[in-house]
């Protein structure tokens, strides 16, 4: 299924952005797709909203605001090793997340003249839990600890309605909120749920339905990732977390039969995952090979998981060695890069451009999709270069407080009257130089 590019040869100078998997629908190319979207949320309100969940999830939420009553209900039915397992998330989450809430300085420069860093929250969040292809409970998890972790006060969340659920979101979903204390649901998805929480939505008869947030985020498929790109600015968002993707820098000693295992798994969420292995063992890709036509088909989303594995955002690198794997993996910049090598401590911390990395094989994606304590909203299409996954400080903005008295003034108005008479802004001097006693 999946195709392999021999690297062994390539001159040095290759570039190696250029040859590293990449899907062809990507989030600039679907931006023209979701802006019509957007602009019928914006003019028709909740109505539109219900409408387009009507075309796109095939059923029409009873109320776009999920009643508390059906958030308690799925709480109260729950499964109880679900339960259990979602406390257990929740738990390690908090852990780190908390960890994560760095603490303000004040720097004294001179006598009189403080400049202070303080941390504030963003008043109110929108967060986006996926809910089309599968659903993701897990993503109210990570999308609701590290934004209460930062003291965020106004949380809404947003998740497809289900047609196997009357139109509410998913009853796992709903109960994920009521265990982290969140009340403020939606039953929308995609674009439209995008575009309501940073426009804000009434009902026909003038009720705010959805008060608008100040930031959007959560992961998605593309049409999600592209109603944050279209609509940054009037809100903030946090990393483009579209498509799931899985590299593995593998060498002959890891086992075939994992490595396979936990390509696969990332391929089941979306006909665009992307599933990347990059090796110098060409027994290992023998292998791996063998592992993957043996595993996929055994799996209930086997075809989509054929579809993704044999698109062109998949495939094996085959590579010289270690230095040129992780060449490789930094010019890929995987949402997730798992390290199976001899050494993988080494390996991994040569390694700078990943959404998250997995060390060693016994630390598998699935693990930090759910329970390891870690975020997995990641970044995606090798926004990892710029980018880092959903975290504490995401949901925090970082304001200075400056205060000088007249003593910390005195010892700068000379300098700042050279500076701005420098820049041709001679009123900015004056404001200095009027202080002067
Ligand atoms: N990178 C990360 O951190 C991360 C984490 C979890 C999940 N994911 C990804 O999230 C995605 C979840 O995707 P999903 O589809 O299951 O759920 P989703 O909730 O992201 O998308 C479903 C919505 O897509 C919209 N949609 C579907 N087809 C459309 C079309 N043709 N035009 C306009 N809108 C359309 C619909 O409005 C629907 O409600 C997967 O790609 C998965 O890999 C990524
Ligand atoms: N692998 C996804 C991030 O790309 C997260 C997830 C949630 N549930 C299962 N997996
Ligand atoms: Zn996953």
């Known amino acids: ?255 075939a039969a994992w490595v396979a295992a936990d390509l696969i798994s990332q391929s089941e969420h979306d006909p665009l995952a992307a599933s990347v292995l990059i090796t110098d063992s060409e027994e290992l890709v023998r292998d791996v090979l063998a592992e993957v036509e043996r595993q996929a088909p055994r799996l209930p989303l086997a075809e989509q998981i054929r579809t993704a594995l044999t698109g062109p955002q998949s495939g094996v690198l085959l590579v010289r060695d270690m230095d040129h794997a992780v060449q490789v993996a930094d010019a890929y910049a995987a949402e997730h890069l798992e390290v199976h090598t001899r050494n993988p401590e080494q390996v991994a911390r040569r390694v700078t451009h990943a959404g998250a990395i997995f060390v060693g094989p016994h630390t598998p994606v699935p693990l930090g999709d759910y329970s390891a304590g870690s975020n997995h909203v990641l970044p995606t299409s090798g926004t990892a270069r710029f980018s880092s996954g959903l975290n504490t400080v995401t949901f925090l903005r970082l304001q200075q407080l400056i205060r000088y008295d007249a003593q910390g003034l005195e010892e700068l108005i000379d300098g700042v009257s050279a500076l701005a008479h420098d820049e041709g802004l001679e009123g900015h001097g004056a404001a200095m130089r009027i202080r002067r006693s």
């Open 1 to 255: 299924m999946l195709s392999v590019t021999d690297l062994r040869d390539a001159a040095a100078d290759t570039a190696l952005d250029a040859v590293v998997p990449r899907a062809e629908v990507d989030v600039s190319s679907t931006v023209s797709a979701v802006l019509p979207i957007i602009e019928q949320v914006r003019t028709g309100g909740a109505s539109a909203v219900l409408e387009l969940g009507e075309r796109f999830d095939g059923v029409r939420a009873p109320a776009l605001r999920v009643p508390a009553e059906a958030i308690e209900q799925a709480l109260q039915t729950l499964a109880p090793e679900v339960r259990a397992a979602l406390e257990e998330s929740i738990r390690r989450a908090r852990k780190v997340h908390a960890a994560q809430v760095p603490s303000g300085t004040e720097v004294e420069l001179a006598d009189g003249a403080i400049v202070e860093n303080r941390w504030v929250p963003v008043d109110r969040v929108g967060l986006y839990v996926p809910g089309g292809r599968a659903v993701y409970p897990s993503s109210v998890v990570m999308n609701v600890v590290p934004a209460q972790a930062a003291g965020v006060q106004g949380l809404a969340v947003a998740s497809p309605p289900q047609r196997e659920h009357g139109g509410l979101p998913h009853p796992t979903v709903l109960a994920a909120c009521a265990l982290l204390g969140v009340d403020e649901v939606y039953a929308a998805g995609g674009a439209q749920a995008v575009a309501m929480l940073a426009l804000g939505v009434k009902d026909d008869d003038g009720t705010q339905v959805c008060a608008p947030v100040a930031m959007v985020t959560g992961p998605g498929n593309v049409y999600v990732a592209a109603a944050k790109r279209a609509l940054l600015g009037r809100i903030g968002v946090d990393a483009e977390a579209g498509p799931s993707e899985i590299a593995v820098i593998a060498d002959g000693t890891a086992q």
